[in-house]
T-cell receptor, first 115, second 111 residues
Framework: GAVVSQHPSWVICKSGTSVKIECRSL??????MFWYRQFPKQSLMLMAT?????????EQGVEKDKFLINHASLTLSTLTVTSAHPEDSSFYIC???????????FGPGTRLLVL | EDQVTQSPEALRLQEGESSSLNCSYT??????LFWYRQDPGKGPEFLFT???AGEEKEKERLKATLTKKESFLHITAPKPEDSATYLC????????????FGKGTKLSVIP
């Protein structure tokens, strides 16, 4: 149980384009979903927290107009990187937590490369 | 501000050579301390949650323990497939359910 998927696993795009990443909880309802980014040899940095049907809460320093998060259902959250630039290249990982929100289960991650 | 420090940064063990990884933390209250395993290019895989000092949990060759200031992940007779980065994270006792992660310990088990 507690399986979280992400799509796509890899994406390469040109500078200035937008990229959408999907995060799905496959066998449980995710009250809360979290989005992280991870640079090489660094730990996970929380970008934002989203609750189903509510606006996402962004961490300090994360541009909410650049990283659009939608949590439209209890099993799906999306992260859209708008007008991507090379500095946005990173490993993006989502996690999902159920009703009791204690344990976060992570997706496999999406590697984004912006040329 | 919540802080998590993991040591060592990297650890090389011979197959069968037991050892421990350390996670020191400061947090305003503690709802839970979490251990995850992360393989290269993958998302973290949940291992354990510890809630109070003195608690211990085991899974195969791994055993996690918790005190008021630190947690240990003991690895008994490791195998090459245990090679991964092990992440520790804390969840504060009040407010949001966010996790603060340490930088991880990269474990390499040599056959």
């Amino acid at each position: 149980g507690a399986v979280v998927s992400q799509h796509p696993s890899w994406v390469i795009c040109k500078s200035g384009t937008s990229v959408k990443i999907e995060c799905r909880s496959l066998d449980f309802q995710a009250t809360t979903m979290f989005w992280y980014r991870q640079f090489p040899k660094q730990s996970l940095m929380l970008m934002a927290t989203s609750n189903e049907g509510s606006k996402a809460t962004y961490e300090q320093g994360v541009e909410k107009d650049k990283f659009l998060i939608n949590h439209a259902s209890l099993t799906l959250s999306t992260l859209t990187v708008t007008s991507a630039h090379p500095e946005d290249s990173s490993f993006y990982i989502c996690s999902a937590a159920g009703t009791f929100q204690e344990t976060q289960y992570f997706g496999p991650g999406t590697r984004l490369l912006v040329l | 501000e919540d802080q998590v420090t993991q040591s060592p940064e990297a650890l090389r063990l011979q197959e069968g050579e037991s050892s421990s990884l350390n996670c020191s933390y400061t947090v305003s209250g503690l709802r839970g301390l979490f251990w995850y395993r992360q393989d290269p290019g993958k998302g973290p895989e949940f291992l354990f949650t510890l809630y109070s000092a003195g608690e211990e949990k085991e899974k195969e060759r791994l055993k996690a323990t918790l005190t008021k200031k630190e947690s240990f992940l003991h690895i008994t007779a490791p195998k090459p497939e245990d090679s991964a980065t092990y992440l520790c994270a804390v969840q504060p006792g009040a407010g949001s359910y966010q996790l603060t992660f340490g930088k991880g310990t990269k474990l390499s088990v040599i056959p």
